[in-house]
């Protein structure tokens, strides 16, 4: 455990915008780059990706080339027919990045809209069932309380703390009125991934119910591996702006090609047809891309694609490696830290980038929060359970600065 007295010395680091940490080590040194090119990185012990990912100055850069170089004609086809590359690449790219074909695509502005549409997409009858988890985001749980209020479904809830059997509990849940399962891919609550060949296997049985199966893919890419083919759901959102570090206001929806026509549309408009007239005749586009409409942000998907990019070239599985080793030293520090306990699962696959630690019962983790982020410059984050506190732990973080975080923890709440 880092002493306190040390946190002094980080702080000073921090302040004076710091690149590096003394306990990269020289095979290390593309760790150091990519901090260097986050400025949150170094601006800050940033512990809080699993809410907001800090994007590098390559991302910052594209959004601000495209919006200029857009904004010199948006109407003008010398500026319109290059922007108008962006979707169909940014597609593609996460097609083959994520483990889809590019028709399976859609890009939204967030995990929630792709949630939504998703919620949204069957004709739902009173007494219809849809299964979540005890570990969901709000926005994997608002819809379904608006479609309860609104058409009188029923949410069942299963049980997925560390430890519990994924298909036992769901299983224990199914009857002949479930329709659909909804559940997180890796929880922002305790940070449990759900392994993709047991996800497979979930994916496998539902089908032979005819239960539609989506994945809340917040938390996935950039964090644990995540591949769409593998995984065995009928849909998964997710987003740009947590550990793909891209920017705010994007994200994408991976749909079945399969079962396109059965993931209706509730929000449709210009864009999402592949015909028209004004004669009551429309046809949709044949791919995911139906539920893409109106004017765009193309600059900033221009940004997400460059994250994407950007990412890529250091490695995913580097990438992932790295939080894992991370994750061990977390683990061993919180052993070493009286006071403190690990809520999230100590084993790979099972675990991820999403580390949450439990406090001291008479510790406040939202009072704990704001003594961090105001006192230390520390971001961090609490969560659903009341003594559960997240540190979000990315590849650019290093053990000198999860070292610090716990020391600042275990201090405040001694």
Avoid at 146 to 153: A, T, W
Avoid at 161 to 171: H, Q
Avoid at 176 to 195: E, F, L
Avoid at 295 to 323: K, N, P, Q, S, Y
Wanted: charged share 25%; glycine share 8%; aromatic share 8%.
């Amino acid at each position: 455990m880092v002493p306190v007295g040390r946190l002094a010395g980080l702080h000073e680091d921090v302040a004076a915008g710091a690149t590096t940490a003394s306990d990269l080590a020289p095979q290390d040194a593309w760790v150091a780059r990519g901090r260097a090119e986050i400025p949150a990185a170094t601006g800050s012990v940033y512990l809080q990706t699993g809410g907001i990912g800090p994007a590098p100055k390559a991302v910052i850069d594209e959004v601000k080339d495209r919006l200029e170089f857009q904004n010199q004609g948006p109407a003008d086809p010398r500026y319109a027919t290059d922007m108008a590359r962006v979707e169909p690449d940014l597609r593609a790219q996460l097609a083959r990045v994520f483990g889809a074909a590019t028709d399976e695509v859609a890009l939204t502005h967030s995990t929630s809209e792709g949630i939504s549409i998703v919620a949204w997409s069957l004709n739902w009858r009173p007494g219809d069932e849809v299964i979540l988890s005890n570990i969901e985001h709000p926005a994997n749980v608002i819809p379904w309380y608006v479609l309860r209020d609104r058409f009188g479904i029923a949410i069942r809830e299963i049980d997925l703390s560390v430890g519990t059997s994924l298909m036992d509990e769901v299983a224990a849940q199914l009857s002949p009125r479930t329709r659909m399962v909804s559940i997180s891919h890796v929880s922002r609550n305790n940070g449990r991934t759900i392994r993709t060949g047991e996800s497979a296997e979930l994916g496998r049985l539902l089908r032979t119910r005819g239960i539609r199966y989506h994945l809340d893919g917040a938390q996935g890419p950039g964090c644990v591996p995540t591949d769409f083919r593998a995984l065995g759901c009928d849909c998964y959102s997710t987003c740009g702006h947590k550990w793909l570090l891209g920017p705010k206001g994007t994200g994408a929806l991976f749909v079945r090609r399969n079962i396109l026509d059965d993931v209706q549309l509730s929000w449709a408009g210009s864009h999402s047809h592949a015909t028209m007239d004004y004669e009551g005749a429309y046809t949709l586009l044949p791919g995911a891309a139906r539920y893409e409409f109106g004017t765009r942000a193309l600059a900033d998907f221009a940004g997400f694609g460059r994250a994407v990019e950007w990412m890529e070239d250091i490695g995913f599985e580097r990438i992932e490696d790295r939080i894992q080793s991370l994750v061990d030293h977390a683990i061993e520090a919180i052993a070493h830290t009286d006071g403190l306990e690990v809520s999230s699962p100590g084993t790979r696959p099972d675990r991820s980038g999403v580390f949450v630690l439990q406090l001291p019962a008479d510790c406040d983790a939202t009072a704990l929060y704001n003594d961090l982020r105001e006192d230390a410059r520390i971001l961090a984050s609490p969560v659903r359970q009341p003594r559960d506190f997240r540190l979000s732990i990315h590849f650019f973080n290093t053990r000198d600065e999860i070292d610090a975080a716990i020391a600042a923890i275990a201090e405040r709440c001694r």
